[in-house]
């Protein structure tokens, strides 16, 4: 309790300064940092799952770590989208967050002995360094009048960058053989060549997303895969001349192009109108810089919808890439981002919910790009969302179960695999029309064997011998249905949505409510009788049922 009184509370300031408390995985994780230093250790990997607050761990660490040592932090990530974020997300903490540019910035940070910052209201000083830095010639640590300084590092993204036998990560651990690394990943490598805990060291502390989505940190994913009637309308306005041309040309040609953004337009402004959200944002991941640009100039020509391009190329200046990045997060325009290969992993923005994936990913870059559609996000309006969607153009299916079952393999000594009433197994990440159709399934047979539903009439006469509990059971088993053909219509799942009368189901609904709330208010009666007249009474029963 005093750890967290110390060490557990930081105001976050943004739009509305907001006071964060430390999470359980982020309290036990720093936990174990201290314990493996304390033990000797100057190494180790924290495998949290994204979106988890991984970053935010690291800020907390800082402070209290600075309690340990005479310390200098570093944050080490390998891309400049992602220098951006971090920089901003260790400010809004509190952070004193020093940007270095170029080598010889890094060389003077790395052997200045104290913090520069003196501010009252800073929790600590971190510098923030691209891993791009760390080429041929780094400089070496130096401890000048034999200061014991104790440098930490904390590696972001460690599952990318690190090849064991590349200059990077030889530079890096080189740089002073005395430094603390603390690498953070969500999907460590695991394959045969190249295995993260072999360059890191061991599992600090695990927190996969299980049990992130169980506490409500992450959303599970909708997968929408596109269906015949989808491809055949895209396949049938193309007008190529070489009926046997390779993938690459013809996901670049005008025609796919085409065909592709009025799917997109069409889909994702239904999906807007759907959850009656402006709002919410979308993703495109394509398979090529030439194919990302077409699509942003298709957007820009023909439809209302405001999209972002984001890609690496020469043509593109940083600066401008930078600022789409940070609009997109902050503002609510562009309304959809054309990416190629940037910000399909760390890049963390609540209202992106759906993502349209035209592009292969293997392991651990599958799951880091799925998951950028999976953060908790409540609207402006007030409309909580519990799934993020992507639209699969790829078929991740087979490559998805085979990474899972890898990650499985890893955490098996940790966490059970026996899927729950709440469906967040590890096996439960991604989801599509047929676990709806199971959960439409279950609710229907259970509500089959409490009461009849075919007939209007009759179902609104046998609610009377029901009391509250049942009848509230009824209510939650329609919902329950309804949402169903809700998620069946968002997934295109028209086939399985037939099975489902929802004006029928709707008018259920209506009559169980309607009972619910006479039941109310037979169970008020002094409600009533502080009423004086007759018409009173007219007027309350009146508005209270419309």
Request: charged share 30%; aromatic share 10%.
């Amino acid at each position: 309790f005093f750890f967290y009184l110390q060490y557990g509370l930081v105001y976050v300031n943004g739009k509305v300064p907001q006071k964060h408390i430390m999470r359980y995985p982020q309290f036990f994780a720093s936990q174990e940092i201290i314990k493996r230093l304390e033990n000797g250790g100057k190494s180790g990997i924290i495998f949290h799952t994204q979106g988890s607050g991984k970053t935010g761990l690291s800020a907390f660490s800082v402070r209290i770590l600075n309690d340990y040592y005479a310390a200098r932090f570093y944050y080490v990530v390998d891309r400049l989208d992602l220098l951006t974020q971090v920089s901003g997300e260790m400010s809004k903490r509190g952070l004193n967050v020093i940007n270095v540019n170029s080598k010889a910035e890094f060389e003077k940070e790395l052997n200045r002995p104290l913090s520069k910052n003196l501010a009252m209201n800073s929790i600590g000083e971190i510098t923030v360094v691209n891993i791009q830095k760390f080429d041929d010639k780094m400089p070496v640590a130096k401890n000048d009048y034999d200061a014991k300084i104790q440098r930490i590092f904390f590696i972001d993204e460690a599952h990318r960058s690190y090849s064991i036998t590349g200059e990077f990560f030889k530079n890096l651990m080189l740089v002073d053989v005395d430094a603390v690394y603390i690498a953070m990943t969500g999907t460590p490598l695991l394959s045969k060549k190249e295995r993260s805990n072999l360059k890191f060291g061991d599992y600090i502390h695990k927190y996969f997303y299980d049990k992130s989505i169980a506490d409500g940190y992450t959303l599970r994913i909708k997968k929408e895969s596109i269906d015949t009637t989808a491809r055949t309308e895209i396949k049938k306005n193309l007008d190529l001349e070489d009926a046997k041309a390779d993938k690459k040309v013809v996901m670049e040609s005008d025609d796919y192009i085409h065909a592709l953004c009025k799917f997109i337009e069409k889909d994702f402004t239904y999906f807007r109108l759907t959850n009656a959200d402006n709002t919410i944002g979308g993703m495109v991941v394509c398979c090529s810089n030439p194919q990302a640009k077409k699509i942003k100039a298709w957007f820009d020509d023909n439809s209302d919808l405001e999209a972002g391009l984001v890609i690496s190329d020469e043509d593109i200046p940083s600066e401008m890439n930078k600022k789409i990045q940070i609009a997109f997060k902050e503002t609510l325009k562009p309304d959809i981002l054309i990416v190629h290969q940037m910000l399909t992993t760390g890049y963390d923005v609540n209202r992106l919910k759906k993502m349209y994936l035209l592009r292969n990913a293997k392991e651990h870059s599958l799951l880091q790009t799925i998951s950028r559609v999976n953060r908790p996000y409540k609207s402006p309006m007030g409309k909580t969302y519990q799934y993020g969607y992507i639209v699969d153009f790829v078929d991740i299916e087979e490559e998805y179960d085979r990474t899972i079952e890898m990650y499985l393999k890893e955490l098996e000594q940790d966490f059970d695999d026996n899927d729950d009433d709440n469906g967040t197994s590890l096996g439960g990440l991604v989801i599509g029309p047929d676990d709806i159709n199971k959960r439409y399934l279950k609710a229907k047979k259970e509500l089959d064997g409490m009461v009849d539903t075919s007939n209007l009439e009759r179902f609104s006469q046998m609610l009377s011998y029901f009391n509250k509990d049942a009848l509230l059971t009824i209510r939650r088993l329609l919902n329950n249905i309804k949402n169903c053909h809700t998620e069946f219509m968002l997934s295109r799942a028209t086939e399985y949505a037939k099975q489902i009368d929802i004006e029928h189901i709707r008018k259920l609904i209506s009559e169980v409510q309607h009972r619910i709330d006479f039941i109310n208010l037979k169970s008020k009666p002094t409600d009533l009788m502080a009423v004086v007249t007759n018409k009173e009474i007219v007027d309350i029963l009146y508005e209270f049922f419309k």
